[in-house]
């Protein structure tokens, strides 16, 4: 059975830094692809990060690129987004993704198995 858990959120002033861990089971990474998405109140679920199953291949909307990193430990089973240079604008429900296959894909529909997510709050 597939189980994914994030943790690391919080409360954190704008252009301060915080790490999101995706404790991950059931699954091989390099069979699947790994994502992190985000949904704030009253809008859809949007990505900000994926990583092909072989790790060669990273995705980030023009809206963190450069601010935010996605990586994954495979001896922890465990997927990391780096964010930095908090904006207000980034306040949502972050929530860790994992679909078969290794492409990375933007779209939340194609993605089979969900995290709880855990919330981020982004004080001005």
């Known amino acids: 059975q597939v189980q994914l858990v994030e943790s690391g959120g919080g409360l954190v002033q704008a252009g301060d830094s915080l790490r999101l861990s995706c404790a991950v089971s059931?699954?091989?990474?390099?069979?699947?692809?790994m994502a992190w998405f985000r949904q704030a109140p009253g809008k859809e679920r949007e990505i900000v990060a994926g990583?092909?199953?072989?790790?060669?291949?990273?995705y980030y909307p023009d809206s963190v690129k450069g601010r935010f990193t996605i990586s994954f430990d495979n001896a922890k089973n465990t997927v990391y987004l780096q964010m930095n240079s908090l904006k207000p604008e980034d306040t949502a429900v972050y929530y860790c993704?994992?679909?078969?296959?290794?492409?990375?894909?933007?779209?939340?529909?194609?993605?089979?198995?969900w995290g709880q997510g855990t919330q981020v709050t982004v004080s001005s």
């Open positions: 990583i092909s199953g072989d790790g060669g291949s990273t």
């Open positions: 993704g994992g679909r078969g296959g290794s492409g990375v894909g933007v779209d939340p529909r194609l993605y089979d198995h």
């Open positions: 059931g699954l091989t990474f390099s069979t699947y692809s």
